[in-house]
Every structure is written in C-alpha cells, then in structure tokens.
C-alpha cells in the first residue's frame, strides 16, 4: 500500500470580530478579547438580544482591489475574499496559467438568502398585505435586479473565489450549518490526498446578523440574552452559560501537497493530518448527552492522522456556550480520551469570537495552526466558574504556553453533522519547523 | 492499493414524470413529457408559465411522519422519499435488524449519507412578510412582535441540511457525511464523494441523494430574468432550443463496497466507475464556448475509473436546452470522443432541470436504462444544430455500445462534473 499523500496548510486568512487580519484575531484571543457589542448592524432596540460579535471597520474595497467583482458580492462574500487573499499573499503562492487546473476550492457557505433590504423592498412592492401577490412580483424592482439574484445564490462565493483567483480544479459548497467550516477543510484534505488537486483554497464565510438571522436563532431561544454584558455573553463550559453570542466572518487556509510544499521552501504552520465526520441522528438540534457521534468523528480524526490520544496537546471546542452542547461536548471528550483528559488542554474561542455558523469551523482550524506554529494555546475567556459537568482541562485566565503535537477543532451543527479536523506540527512530520 | 469496487444495490427516484426509476423511465421511452403549466401560483399574467411540477402532491405520502411535515420543506420531503425508496430497494436497513445489538450499531457508524442540496430558496424569507405587514416594516416592532407571528421552528425549517440530518435520524445512519450545496452538480458530487468514502474505507455503505424544489415565482423570475428559461419545451442540442425549464424532484442511490454487498448477498444493480469534477472560473453564469472545465471533467472521470472513451456505451448528456450551454457542452464532447460518441440521450425535455437533483436523477435513469439496454429517445429533439454536431442525440430510442454510461452535469459557478456507471449484467 503506498503511502497517504501529505498535505501541508502553508498559508491562513481570517477576518473575525476580533481581528480583521491572523495576528490581530491571535493577539486578542490570547489576551481573551470579546467581540461582542450592542449590534450596530441594525436597530435591534425591539429584539429579545440585541447583542452580537460584529466584524469592525471592515472595509472590502480596501481589501478586494476588484469593485466590479464585489458589486456580486454580499456582506459574508467580502469577508470571504478578504480572507481568501490574506491566506494566498501569505502562502506566497497562486494558481497560474499552467497549474489552474491543479487548485481546488472548498467553501463552508452559509444559508442563502437575500439581504434584509431586498427583502423589505419584495414585501413592499409585492407583498404589503403579508402574502405574496406573485402577479406583482413581475414589475418588481429588486426581484428583477440580476444583482440581487447573482448575490443570493448557494455558490455565489465560490464563484467569486474561484473568478478572482482563477482555480479551474473541482471547485464546490458545502453546508452543513455549525459543521460547515470544518467540513469544507475535510473535504478540501480529501481532494488532494486523493490527487484530484495539488493545492486548495479552502475556509468558510458567514453573517446571520441580519433581522431575519437573529430572529431565526432567537425564536430558538438558542442565544444568550445577556444584553447589559455583551463581552460575557458567551462563556464557554462555564455553569452560568446561557445561549452562544452570534458572530460573522470568514477563515481560509491555502492547502498544497507537503512535498511540492517544502520543494518550493513554503513555510508549514502544520499538517492537515487528518478528518472525521458523523451523524449524530439524534435530534435535529439537540446535541446527545452522552457525547455519541463526536466521539465517532474525534476517533475517526485521529485514526485518520495515525495519531492517538497520547499525542493530542489541544482541542480548540466547539465550545458555543449553550447548555447542551458543552455537557455533550465534555463527555464526548471524556469517551476518546479517558484518564488522559486531564493532560489535554482545552479552549472554545469561540468566549472570545462568538459562532461564527458556517465559518467557525474553517476560522478554528486556522487557529489550531497559529496554537500549533506558536506553541501557544488561545484563552477560554470568561470562564469564572466551571461547570463540573463540563470537566475538561479548560485553558483559563492567560494562554498557555505548550508545544502542540497534534491539535484538534471539534465543530458539530444543527443536523447532527459532526466534524473534526487533526493537525499535526511540522516539527514531527519531517523535523522542519515552521521555517527552514 | 487497490480501490475498493463500489457497487450500486438501491434506487430510488420522483419527479413530476412519477415516483418511481421505472415509472419515469417509461414516461421517458413513450415520449411522454410531464411539463406543463405551473400551478403552485397563478401564472395568468407570466411570460413564463411551464415547468415540471410533481402534481397532486400528498406530503403524508411521501413521508408518513406527521410531526416531521412541521420542521421540513418542500424540497426536503422529495429527498425523504427517494431516499427511502433506495433504502428499501437495498435492503440495507432490513438487513441490519438480522445483526445483534453491537454489529448493528458498528454497521450504522460505518453508513454514510451523501446529499446534494439545493441551499435554500426565496419562499422561506417570505415567512417573514406577516410580521412586516404587522411591524409597518418598522425594525423595533418586527423585534418586538416576532415571537408572536413567526414559527419558532423557522430556522429548522429552513435547514439546508435538512435531508442529511433527517435520514440520519430516520434510518439510523451515522457515519462519515456532507451536505453539498454547489448548485446543479451537487448531487453527482455526492455520488462521487459516497464512492470515495467507500473507496477509501470511511464508510463501508453510504446513500448517495439529491433533491432540490426551484419552482418558485422569485427563482423562475430571476432565471427568466437572465435568458435561462424556454418559453415552453426543452429541445437538447435542437437548433430551435431557446432554454430550459425547472423541474423538481429527487433521486438516490444506496452504494456499498462490493464486500459490503457480498457479504448480505445483495441485489447489485450495477457499479460506480468513477467520477470527477472541474471549473471554468468565469464567474456565476459565464460558459466558456469550448466547455473545456467539462471536458477535464470528462477526461479525468475516464482516468478515474481506468477506463478509455471508446469503452463509453452511452452518454447521459446535460443537455438543458439553452444555446450556448448546449453548444460548449457538444464541444467538449467532440474534444473528448472526436467523431466517434456513443449514443447520447439528455432526459430534462421529460421532466425539467432539477438542479440540485438533475446529476443524479438522470444517473438514476441512465442505469436503469442501460439495464434495459436501450438508450430512450430524446422527444423533442428534431433540427440538428451543426455546432452541436458530435453529440448522437436522436427522438428514437438507440442501442448502447456498452454497459457503460458517462453522466454530464454542469451547475453555475462554471462548475462540471462527470460520472462513470456500468450496469449489471
């Protein structure tokens, strides 16, 4: 049997509440700064929580030198071209004319939909009785606007990723709600590891702060109303959690074959070592308690890496601050790694970030890279008392310093779809660091 | 290593040509179209008024859990059914009650669920436009009354991932997954992404399902909007096509590794060669004229599956009916078969385009096809059109030149992909 083909993460982009940049977003998660704020997005003064972690003074133009292209281009596909290219500038490497067919793309993409605006603007002109007069609709402004349109379709960001950078190689979406990210990172390492690439692009983007996002989570009562204390409002595994804090962005990883990697002399924050996903099939938004199907996927990872729980130093959680997940969350890691639990650390960064939905995954995969290529674990912010359900050796106060080996990101979404991704440090693969 | 040799042991389909593989292939073979005029809203006053509608739609007899009709779309109901359907037809979950307690719970972790999804729809949002009315459009009332007007399962409802997490929890799936939301060709890629768990030994069974319901007045008028839509009649690579039609529906397939068959002595229908996908990177619409991401596509599926294009018996064409999507794609099959293609038949005259299910529902057809060694007429195909010589499309039904069937896909995004079936014998 010929050996696994290898796959390095040579370069990273994020654009997060906390940061629109990788060492901006680092820095403040290690000193466990909130994103969270009174949402500015929109007069939510009527809404049961009127927080949300918002990205900041984000500016797409400044970032995307292509305004025909982001005239395509909703608020998460900004996040997602920002992010895209901050992580090929910093792997220093592109798709050209004789290696386009080569790259792949995987985006984790959220719901779609129409901007909050275009919907009041349908309403207005075609449905100001509250049910569509689709008679109307046929000399309505916004529901013939070929913009509207391009900006609302499912592979809207894939077509814009794939355009701009020109990658000609299976290109494809994937949605799996919470899991998105993390799915599209798994199914982006399969694609080379196959050979059906060389390189990818790979992350996910998302922005649910919008009338009709927040109001679909709160009719869920999934999210925390503490509207006074927007920067506590998520705390991870702590015993007064009460619902995650809504965020947005977008995180991309460049993905390339290891050997062709260090031919090139490409600096490797990590190994894309492995990836497990399972379904819970338990309910549609209820995590099981007993942590059954993340203890599937995390053991799949790792067999998938050729790692065991001896070699695991971190897990970056799923951790979204809602009562059920953490418990389940915590047994499942209980599950894989029995009396070694106390050696493992563990954070959700998401205290710091909020949920970032569809590209939480993609954005903690890249920070299981920055833990990896610092030897320095980001802080469970917030945690003041910890659930003794929830007893994990959680990463608390001030980040850590530790050599990871191998690191984990857990994501698990609405749906059942549970997916983690294995990281392993360079160091350990070929005794190279993270430069030559 | 050896690739694990994935077979097929379960179908399952529905579209407005019927609800069955068999009973739409025979609609397919008399010739009979099952597009007409739309009547989930009054189109008198439409320019556009045809697609395939799946019409006297009972819900409880596509899933007869009541409680579940609450928390799913339309779409998701389509997708519930074929993939039932597949499942019976392999038996697998059948068989998995003969196992005692621990091998069958080990069977359901190694059983993946691969799903082709169409992402999401305007209509959903629309649920919003009661509150609107009520709130004066003004944000702190919309707020302030949502909890009282809206259904607190809007969210679930909503669900792109709806069909995945449902079969899991139905059928007792729970192993290696994704829900694929990349347009026309996101149920061949879960066809292609199942036969690569299989391979790779992620999963030793999976369903493959695609599912998608794009007949709504906002999609229809966007795409007519754009110059996609036909006036009335899908005519593949007919001179006189002028676009294509929604349709809507679903197809599955159950898939296992040949041991995995085997081992329960299972029907096996037929086998998945293999498959590939490529881009044109032009943007959300733009074709290249040259269908050169189609062709790759093509070649790669070919070298995937360790196969030549000569050993290619029939040829599931794309074939939506618009000019240039058309023309590109008889290019790259020029560029792939030069002058000698197989037989080709392009099924979406019969029932329309399902998008998110169009791959894999035409894969579901074309095995059964081949299964009938027959490749069905395309019936409204009558004017060649000489830039789209090459592809042997006819309105009479032809004979494959194999048991082997290629399955061509294209979606927005300049994404293609390309599919390799054989069928039993």
């Not at chain 2, 519930?80 to 039932?84: K, P």
């Not at chain 2, 490529?278 to 990177?281: G, I, K, L, N």
């Given at each position: 049997?010929?050996?696994?083909?290898?796959?390095a993460?040579?370069?990273l982009?994020l654009?997060t509440?906390?940061?629109?940049d990788?060492?901006?977003?680092?820095t403040a998660?290690?000193a466990?700064?909130?994103?969270?704020?009174?949402?500015s997005?929109?007069?939510?003064?009527g809404?049961?929580?009127?927080?949300?972690?918002?990205v900041?003074?984000?500016?797409a133009a400044?970032?995307?030198?292509d305004?025909k292209?982001?005239?395509?281009?909703?608020?998460?596909?900004?996040?997602?071209?920002?992010a895209?290219e901050?992580a090929l500038?910093?792997?220093?490497i592109r798709p050209?004319?004789?290696?386009?067919?080569?790259?792949?793309?995987?985006?984790g993409?959220?719901?779609?939909?129409?901007d909050?605006?275009?919907l009041?603007a349908?309403?207005?002109?075609?449905?100001?009785?509250?049910?569509?007069d689709?008679t109307?609709l046929?000399?309505?402004?916004?529901?013939?606007n070929p913009?509207?349109?391009?900006?609302?379709?499912?592979?809207?960001?894939?077509?814009l990723?794939?355009?701009?950078?020109?990658?000609?190689?299976?290109?494809?979406s994937?949605?799996?709600?919470?899991a998105?990210?993390?799915?599209a990172?798994?199914?982006?390492l399969?694609l080379?590891?196959?050979g059906s690439?060389?390189?990818?692009?790979?992350g996910g983007f998302?922005?649910?702060?919008?009338?009709?996002?927040?109001?679909?989570?709160?009719?869920l009562?999934?999210?925390?109303?503490?509207?006074?204390?927007p920067?506590?409002?998520?705390r991870?595994?702590?015993?007064t959690?009460?619902?995650?804090?809504?965020?947005?962005?977008?995180?991309?990883?460049?993905?390339?074959?290891?050997?062709?990697?260090?031919?090139?002399?490409?600096?490797?924050?990590a190994?894309?070592?492995?990836d497990?996903?399972?379904l819970?099939?338990y309910?549609?938004?209820?995590?099981?308690?007993?942590?059954?199907?993340?203890?599937?996927s995390?053991?799949?990872?790792?067999?998938d890496?050729?790692?065991?729980?001896?070699?695991?130093?971190?897990?970056?959680?799923h951790g979204t601050?809602?009562?059920m997940?953490?418990?389940?969350?915590?047994?499942?890691?209980?599950a894989?790694?029995?009396?070694?639990?106390?050696?493992?650390?563990?954070?959700?960064?998401?205290?710091?970030m909020?949920h970032?939905?569809?590209?939480?995954?993609a954005?903690?995969?890249?920070?299981?890279?920055?833990?990896?290529?610092?030897?320095?674990?980001?802080?469970?912010a917030?945690?003041?008392e910890?659930?003794?359900?929830?007893?994990?050796?959680?990463?608390?106060?001030?980040?850590?310093q530790?050599?990871v080996?191998?690191?984990?990101?857990?994501?698990?979404?609405?749906?059942g779809?549970?997916?983690?991704?294995?990281?392993?440090?360079?160091e350990?693969?070929?005794?190279?660091?993270?430069q030559? | 290593?050896?690739?694990?040799?994935v077979?097929?042991?379960?179908?399952?389909?529905?579209?407005a040509?019927g609800?069955?593989?068999?009973?739409i292939?025979?609609?397919?073979?008399?010739?009979?179209?099952?597009?007409?005029?739309?009547?989930?809203?009054?189109v008198?006053h439409?320019?556009?008024?045809?697609?395939g509608?799946?019409s006297?739609?009972?819900?409880?007899?596509m899933?007869?859990?009541?409680?579940?009709?609450?928390?799913?779309?339309?779409?998701?109901?389509?997708g519930?059914?074929?993939?039932?359907r597949?499942?019976d037809?392999?038996?697998?979950?059948a068989?998995?009650?003969?196992?005692a307690?621990?091998?069958?719970a080990?069977y359901?972790?190694?059983?993946g669920?691969?799903?082709g999804s169409?992402?999401?729809?305007?209509e959903?949002?629309?649920d919003?436009?009661?509150?609107?009315?009520?709130?004066?459009?003004?944000l702190?009332?919309?707020?302030?009354?949502?909890?009282?007007?809206?259904?607190?399962?809007w969210?679930?409802r909503t669900?792109?991932?709806?069909?995945?997490?449902?079969?899991?929890?139905?059928?007792?799936f729970?192993g290696?997954n994704?829900?694929?939301?990349?347009?026309?060709?996101?149920?061949t890629?879960?066809v292609?992404?199942?036969?690569?768990?299989?391979?790779?030994?992620?999963?030793d069974?999976?369903?493959?399902?695609?599912?998608?319901?794009?007949i709504?007045?906002?999609?229809v008028?966007?795409?007519?909007d754009v110059?996609?839509?036909?006036?009335d009649?899908?005519?593949?690579?007919?001179?006189?096509?002028d676009?294509?039609?929604?349709?809507?529906?679903?197809?599955?397939?159950?898939?296992?590794?040949?041991?995995s068959?085997?081992?329960r002595a299972a029907?096996?229908?037929?086998?998945?060669l293999?498959?590939?996908s490529?881009?044109?990177?032009q943007g959300?619409l733009a074709?290249?004229?040259?269908?050169?991401a189609l062709a790759?596509?093509?070649e790669?599926?070919?070298t995937d599956?360790g196969i030549?294009?000569?050993?290619?018996?029939?040829?599931a064409?794309h074939?939506?009916?618009?000019?240039?999507?058309?023309?590109?794609?008889?290019a790259?099959?020029?560029?792939v078969?030069?002058?000698?293609?197989p037989?080709?038949?392009?099924?979406?005259?019969?029932?329309g385009?399902?998008?998110?299910?169009?791959?894999i529902?035409?894969?579901?057809l074309?095995?059964?096809s081949?299964?009938?060694?027959?490749?069905?007429?395309?019936?409204?195909?009558?004017?060649?059109?000489?830039?789209?010589?090459?592809v042997?499309?006819?309105a009479?039904?032809?004979?494959?030149?194999?048991?082997v069937v290629?399955?061509?896909?294209?979606?927005f995004?300049?994404t293609?992909?390309?599919?390799?079936l054989?069928?039993?014998?």
């Open positions: 049997m010929t050996a696994k083909r290898r796959i993460i040579t370069g982009g654009v509440p906390v940061g629109n990788v060492a901006t977003t680092w998660l290690l466990g700064k909130s994103g969270g704020a009174a949402i997005l929109f007069d939510a003064s809404f049961p929580v009127r927080i949300a972690s918002e900041k003074r984000f500016d400044a970032a995307v030198d305004r292209l982001l005239k395509f281009a909703n608020r998460s596909h900004g996040f997602a071209l920002a895209a901050q500038v910093d792997a220093g050209t004319s004789t290696d386009a067919e080569r790259w792949g793309c995987a985006v993409t959220g719901m779609m939909g129409v909050f605006a275009e009041v349908v309403h207005r002109h075609s449905a100001p009785d509250g049910e569509l689709a109307r046929l000399d309505d402004a916004s529901a013939n913009l509207v349109f391009c900006r609302s379709q499912s592979t809207t960001g894939l077509s990723l794939t355009r701009r950078h020109d990658i000609r190689g299976y290109a494809t994937v949605h799996t709600a919470c998105s990210g993390g799915q990172i798994g199914t982006a399969k080379i590891r196959r690439v060389d390189y990818a692009l790979a998302d922005s649910m702060i919008s009338p009709v996002g927040i109001a679909g989570f709160c009719l009562s999934a999210l925390s109303v503490d509207n006074d204390t920067e506590r409002a998520s991870p595994f702590d015993i959690r009460n619902g995650f804090l809504l965020g947005e962005g977008a995180g991309f990883l460049v993905l390339e074959e290891w050997e062709s990697a260090r031919q090139r002399g490409a600096h490797v924050y190994e894309l070592a492995g497990g996903n399972s819970s099939s309910r549609i938004t209820d995590s099981p308690p007993d942590g059954d199907g993340p203890i599937q995390m053991r799949q990872a790792l067999a890496a050729g790692a065991s729980i001896g070699d695991v130093d971190y897990i970056n959680a601050s809602t009562f997940n953490d418990r389940s969350e915590s047994a499942a890691i209980h894989v790694f029995g009396a070694r639990v106390r050696d493992v650390a563990v954070s959700s960064t998401k205290s710091s909020g970032l939905i569809a590209a939480a995954g954005v903690e995969v890249a920070i299981c890279a920055l833990a990896i290529r610092h030897g320095e674990l980001p802080v469970n917030n945690l003041r910890q659930d003794p359900e929830c007893d994990l050796a959680l990463v608390r106060d001030k980040p850590q530790r050599r080996r191998v690191a984990l990101s857990n994501s698990f979404g609405f749906g779809s549970n997916s983690c991704v294995a990281l392993r440090r360079p350990d693969v070929d005794g190279i660091g993270f030559r | 290593m050896d690739k694990r040799r077979v097929i042991t379960g179908i399952g389909a529905v579209c040509a609800r069955d593989p068999q009973a292939l025979e609609a397919v073979c008399a010739g009979r179209s099952s597009i007409g005029p739309i009547r989930q809203w009054d008198a439409w320019p556009m008024q045809a697609a509608e799946i006297d739609l009972n819900p409880r007899d899933v007869e859990d009541r409680k579940l009709h609450k928390l799913i779309r339309r779409t998701d109901l389509f519930l059914y074929a993939a039932a597949a499942i037809a392999s038996a697998m979950v068989y998995r009650a003969t196992l307690s621990d091998a069958a080990a359901s972790d190694r059983t669920v691969y799903v169409g992402g999401g729809n305007y959903s949002q629309y919003y436009f009661p509150l609107l009315t009520t709130a004066n459009e003004e702190p009332a919309f707020g302030r009354e949502l909890s009282s007007t809206v259904n607190p399962m969210l679930l669900l792109p991932n709806n069909v995945l997490g449902h079969i899991g929890i139905r059928h007792g729970k290696a994704a829900c694929i939301t990349n347009h026309s060709i996101g149920g890629l879960a292609i992404e199942a036969t690569e768990a299989l391979r790779t030994g992620e999963a069974r999976a369903l493959a399902v695609g599912h998608d319901a794009p709504e007045p906002q999609m008028l966007y795409y007519h110059g996609l839509l036909s006036k009649t899908i005519r593949p690579f007919d001179a006189r096509r676009g294509s039609l929604f349709g809507e529906g679903a197809a599955a397939f159950a898939l296992e590794t040949e041991d068959a085997l081992s029907p096996i229908l037929g086998e998945v293999g498959g590939a490529a881009t044109d990177a959300l074709i290249r004229d040259d269908g050169d790759r596509a093509m790669s599926a070919l599956a030549r294009a000569s050993d290619v018996g029939m040829i064409a074939g939506n009916g618009t000019p240039q999507s058309d023309a590109s794609e008889a790259a099959i020029r560029r078969f030069g002058d000698n293609a037989p080709a038949t392009a099924f979406k005259w019969a029932f385009h399902l998008i998110a299910g169009a791959g529902i035409e894969a579901v074309a095995l059964e081949l299964r009938r060694r027959i490749v069905p007429g395309t019936a409204t195909f009558a004017v060649a059109d000489p830039v789209c010589a090459g042997k499309v006819s009479e039904p032809q004979l494959p030149r194999s048991d290629m399955v061509l896909c294209r979606g995004a300049g293609n992909a390309a599919l390799l054989r069928a039993a014998a």
